[in-house]
């Protein structure tokens, strides 16, 4: 029996644009929505359908997405959130989590997490004069879980869709352990739907999540999909018959639209490296894996090795 629950694929800057999000919804099916990697803030920029190209609603017919705008400047999140409501969107995420350190250095992302009144000065200017719905993703804190918690009870004067709560500080990256504990107190100090986030990487995981927090109905997942592309469709209890055919089919299509989009084989081999970073969990044993294709310099060395780890792949699934 299929499981009814909704799930979502999280934004990886540099891996998942709208190609990869409609490619990936077609063989492996089970997500909902998708959340787009968040949109540059450009100054001066009249944002042509160039620059919104990962966010053109005729390149994601398939999987419905949510556009996530990182701006901190008042009048450049509202023009550009302007320029969105023209494509036809209805709400817009806002960027409260991104733990890079050249975004977090500037007071971005998670980085602002630490001055609640900007964030409450900002929301002040921008939710009057926003001509869609507007949700946030967010982490528990950049150095203490108190910043969000303390912070959560303040966002209820504003309608916001939902709240997506990545159960990690900005400080950690993604290493370490999620904390649950503190993802639980953060329910508790919200009246907005919370949507979890936060290594979900297998069905077992997400059982124990959802046994735990069973007051949440949506979950964020994003590198552990990566890793195992069929999760969304385990979780779900989707058929998921022939896994080395469909993932060779989906490895060669994105290979192909890459090729054909980017130049040189250095770039190509670059962009396909950052998705084996995590894909190559599926194909063990997995340092080994990882270590073949971090090697090739050459798209010949590069499609010697997938080829040989597909074999290989279709051997041990036999």
Not at 243 to 258: C, G, K, T, V, W
Request: with cysteine.
């Amino acid at each position: 029996m299929t499981r009814q629950v909704e799930l979502v694929l999280a934004p990886i800057r540099g891996i998942t644009d709208c190609y990869f999000r409609s490619l990936f919804h077609q063989h492996f099916p089970g997500f909902d929505s998708s959340l787009a990697p968040f949109i540059n803030p450009q100054r001066h920029s009249s944002f042509q359908p160039k620059q919104l190209k990962d966010i053109l609603p005729a390149n994601n017919r398939l999987l419905p997405v949510v556009p996530q705008l990182l701006n901190t400047n008042v009048d450049d999140f509202l023009f550009l959130a302007s320029r969105l409501h023209e494509l036809g969107y209805k709400e817009i995420n806002w960027n409260l989590g991104c733990p890079a350190p050249m975004v977090t250095i500037k007071h971005r992302g998670s980085g602002l997490l630490p001055f609640p009144e900007q964030i409450i000065t900002f929301l002040d200017h921008v939710v009057p004069k926003l001509p869609m719905a507007l949700s946030i993703k967010t982490r528990l804190g950049y150095e203490d879980k108190n910043e969000l918690l303390s912070l959560l009870p303040r966002l209820d004067d504003y309608p916001l869709t939902e709240i997506i709560i990545h159960a990690r500080l900005g400080n950690q990256l993604y290493k370490g352990k999620t904390d649950r504990e503190s993802f639980g107190l953060c329910l508790d100090a919200s009246k907005h739907p919370i949507v979890y986030n936060g290594d979900i990487t297998s069905v077992q995981k997400f059982l124990e999540l959802e046994q735990q927090f069973p007051e949440i109905q949506k979950w964020m997942i994003g590198r552990g999909a990566l890793a195992n592309p069929f999760l969304a469709g385990e979780i779900k209890n989707l058929d998921d018959s022939d896994r080395p055919a469909r993932l060779l089919s989906f490895h060669d299509e994105l290979y192909s639209y890459y090729r054909e989009l980017l130049s040189g084989q250095a770039h190509l081999l670059g962009r396909m490296k950052q998705l084996w970073v995590y894909l190559s969990t599926f194909f063990p044993p997995e340092k080994k894996t990882w270590k073949k294709i971090k090697k090739c310099r050459t798209e010949h060395q590069y499609q010697h090795v997938v080829t040989e780890l597909f074999k290989a792949l279709r051997s041990y699934s036999e």
